[in-house]
Each structure stands twice: as C-alpha cells, then as structure tokens.
C-alpha cells in the first residue's frame, strides 16, 4: 500500500525493470542458504526459518518500504459515528459484525497502515487491507493454541502484501491467508465473512456501530489516495511481478468478485453484476448497489468514480447470510487461481 510517499514513480521504474521477467515456474526449493535468504536475515528477519516456503523465493519482490515500514494499528481506537466528521458516505469501509460488536474500518485508514490487529469480544482478528490488489479479507488470528498478531513485511508476491506473524516471523500471503515462508509454512488462517461498503450503508445498517479512527491524525494524510489512477483500466501496474503473466481474456485491472462457491473459488466480473443487479451461483446470491468510492482513483478517496456496493450471500433454511468474498483485480484472481476463468456474461 503505502509503499513510499510518491509511489507512482516507484511502480512505473518496477514496471519497466519487471516488464521482462521471465518468472520462475520449478517447485520451491526453501533454502536457508539461498543468497536471498541470506540478504533478507541481514535485513531483520533473523528468527525466520528460511529452510521452509512453499514458493520459489525469486516470486518474492521488495515493495519498497523495511519490515513495519507501513506500521500496522495495534491498539485501534475507535470512536462513536456521531463524533466522526471527515468520512465521505460514499468513501469505502471493511464492516465486521462479530460476537455482537459492529465495527468500520475506513479504507481512508487502511491505506496507510494495511493491518489492524483487533479483538472484538472474545475474537482476535486481523483486519487486511492490500492497495495493489485491492483485497480487503478479516482473518481470526487464532492458529490451534497460538494467537497471532502481524504486521507487514514489506515484500509483495503478486503484487499482494506478504504479512508476517510476530509469534514465528513466518511470512503469509494475505490474498490467500496462507503462511508462504518459514515455520508456520502450509498453515491457512481462517476468514471471517466482512463486507467493503459505503460509509452511508454501514450507518443505515449499524446506526450503533464504531468506527476506526487514527490514533494520530496527522501521521499520514488520511483520506488521500497515495496510488492516484492506479486502477485505471490501461493502467501497466499490474506488471509490478505477476507470476505465469496476466490474463489475456479480461483487462487485467477490471474488477472482480472472488468468492466460494460449490466447494471451489469463483470469480465474477464486477461489470456483469453492475449491469445484472442480481446473479445467483448456486446457492450464492451476489448484489450490486451504486453509492461506493473506488479507493484507488482520485487523488482524494472521496472524490474516486462510482464503483458500487457488493453483497455475497448464501441463501439458507433462515434466509441469506453473509459469506466471505473479496472484490479485487483480475489479475489477482489469475495469479493465484490460474485454472479459474472468470465469469464475463
């Protein structure tokens, strides 16, 4: 996300060095003594234990910043909607609803911090946010007898923030809630169903919800967009290091909706629910309303085009409830699920 404070410049020189890359497809070969290894020790990641990954470490890229370089909120402050002025009803928030608490985290806050750790009541969670990808997913961050607390690595793979737990120092893909590198490789943490929203939504829907607050308002520029026109639809940033290439079939920045469905991920272009309304895949029903800020366009969140609100639900014996889904980028979808075609009419 917050990669450097004039980031544009930084991705278009990525993007020219990485244009030509001809990426690694072998299988991982972890390797304590590989000189990347060794670089990133030297780095601070000393207690990481390198002789295990499940990727190749040549997919793994510098986004710019040190280890916590993008430093994550770990003492969240909240405040009442009622003493929040600065929040466009159109700017985009991650709504969790857990163990009867409702909470909004505001994209505004996200960009410049990626992670919240958070416990709503007896629930610890890791509230993610990855710009590149525009990937917003919660995960419980308990792992059988260990709770995990994370902060950000400051390595992308994809283009997709690559957590590390503080517990481990394991590295974790956050698109896949997977841990990638070191001890806790393999391990896969659980999701926990939110929804990215339009602030007005979430206060018609939790009029008694908190919302996230800076705990010092003048450490970043809150409600600026540090990736103006990123998610134009010719925009080269995708190309910042895509593992197999981009998807050829669909504009690799369209949006999508990736979600479960039958047992298997699925993925619908955000433009055919825009124009559809309604889909049903399966017993998933997926909506779209207007109303919501696309984070990533205008230099300022609120002033972003229109790129509405997404609902995914399973219909069951009571009716629909929430599922977990993200709406990221095509090319998001194609790196990490490559056999999965998304679905354009």
């Not at 984070?295 to 014996?317: C, H, P, S, Y």
Request: charged residues 20%; glycine residues 8%.
């Amino acid at each position: 996300m917050t990669r450097k404070m004039n980031h544009s410049p930084f991705l278009v020189s990525m993007f020219v060095v990485l244009a030509g890359m001809v990426l690694a497809t072998s299988s991982p070969a972890a390797d304590a003594n590989d000189p990347r290894a060794q670089r990133w020790k030297a780095e601070g990641w000393s207690t990481t234990d390198f002789s295990k990954a499940a990727i190749d470490y040549s997919e793994i890229l510098s986004g710019g910043p040190p280890k916590d370089g993008i430093p994550p909120i770990d003492k969240p402050k909240f405040a009442a909607q009622s003493d929040v002025s600065d929040i466009g009803d159109t700017e985009p928030v991650i709504t969790v609803a857990l163990n009867g608490l409702v909470r909004a985290y505001p994209v505004r806050v996200l960009m410049w911090h990626e992670i919240v750790n958070d416990q709503l009541g007896d629930t610890p969670v890791s509230v993610t946010y990855c710009p590149l990808c525009n990937s917003a997913i919660v995960f419980d961050r308990r792992l059988g007898s260990k709770v995990l607390d994370f902060g950000t690595t400051g390595k992308l793979r994809n283009s997709d923030l690559v957590m590390y737990d503080r517990q481990t120092e394991s590295w974790w893909q956050q698109f896949m809630g997977e841990a990638i590198v070191g001890e806790m490789t393999g391990s896969k943490l659980k999701a926990i169903p939110a929804r990215m929203e339009s602030y007005a939504q979430f206060k018609q829907r939790h009029p008694g919800g908190q919302v996230l607050v800076p705990n010092n308002p003048g450490m970043r520029r809150y409600g600026f967009n540090p990736y103006q026109n990123y998610d134009k639809r010719d925009s080269p940033y995708p190309m910042f290091a895509i593992q197999g290439g981009l998807p050829t079939y669909i504009n690799p920045m369209a949006r999508v909706v990736a979600f479960e469905g039958g047992g298997k991920p699925q993925a619908v272009a955000l433009k055919l629910l825009s124009e559809k309304k309604e889909l049903a895949v399966d017993d998933i029903v997926l909506k779209w309303t207007q109303g919501q800020n696309s984070a990533l366009e205008a230099g300022r969140i609120a002033e972003g085009k229109d790129v509405g609100n997404v609902t995914v639900q399973k219909r069951t014996d009571t009716g629909l409830e929430d599922i977990v889904y993200d709406v990221t980028f095509a090319f998001v979808v194609n790196a990490f699920h490559p056999e999965l075609r998304i679905r354009q009419e």
